[in-house]
């Protein structure tokens, strides 16, 4: 079998998503970054043992850290197996880092992961987003919207053979 044969259909699996931050947050900008992993936590992550909410990103002494990110323990590990919760540094180009600190001390913007995943190499990256929190009745708007799509899909399904 041929390399981006087998590839192809698994271009970016598994991840780990923050649902939950499209919803919370309106996305300004989006950043990918590389992040530092021990053995176990990388096979928790092949596993489907992430998870990303309540977590943020910070830049402290020029480095970015993922914080408040669960890894859950890899079951085979013994004695050696990682902490579930720990601050985890994230692997950014200083101009970069530059750019986010700019964008994110703007009012209400903060710095927010969206997903985690494996790329073509088989690295782990982490993207992150500088987000800006929504209010209430944007919420609501957005609720309304995917409501709206829905009665139109369905009222449209039977023409559309």
Same mark, same amino acid.
């Given at each position: ?7 192809? =259909? ?5 991840? +780990? ?5 499209? %919803? ?6 989006? /950043?990918?970054?590389?992040? /530092?992993? +021990? ?17 943020? !990103?910070?830049?402290? =002494? ?5 914080? #408040? ?5 890899? #079951? ?12 985890? *540094? ?7 880092? #530059?750019?986010?600190? +700019?964008?994110?001390?703007?009012? =209400?913007? +903060? ?5 985690? %995943? %494996?790329?073509?190499? =088989?690295?782990?990256? /982490?993207?992150? !987003?500088?987000?800006?929190? *929504? ?13 709206? *799509? ?12």
């Amino acid at each position: 079998m041929a390399k981006s044969e087998k590839t192809k =259909g698994n271009k970016h699996s598994p991840q +780990t998503a923050n649902k939950k931050a499209f %919803f919370n947050f309106e996305i300004l900008e989006k /950043v990918e970054a590389g992040i /530092v992993l +021990t053995g176990t936590e990388v096979k928790s992550l092949r596993d489907g043992g992430g998870d990303l909410d309540g977590a943020y !990103a910070r830049i402290t =002494g020029g480095e970015c850290w993922l914080i #408040a990110a669960k890894i859950a323990p890899y #079951a085979q590990a013994s004695i050696t197996n990682h902490p579930q919760i720990r601050d985890r *540094k994230l692997l950014l180009h200083r101009r970069q880092i #530059a750019k986010l600190i +700019t964008k994110s001390e703007q009012a =209400g913007c +903060t710095l927010i992961p969206l997903r985690i %995943f %494996f790329n073509e190499r =088989g690295f782990a990256k /982490v993207e992150i !987003a500088v987000a800006r929190g *929504k209010r209430q009745y944007d919420k609501r708007d957005t609720i309304a919207k995917r409501e709206q *799509k829905k009665e139109i899909d369905r009222s449209t399904k039977k023409y559309r053979r």
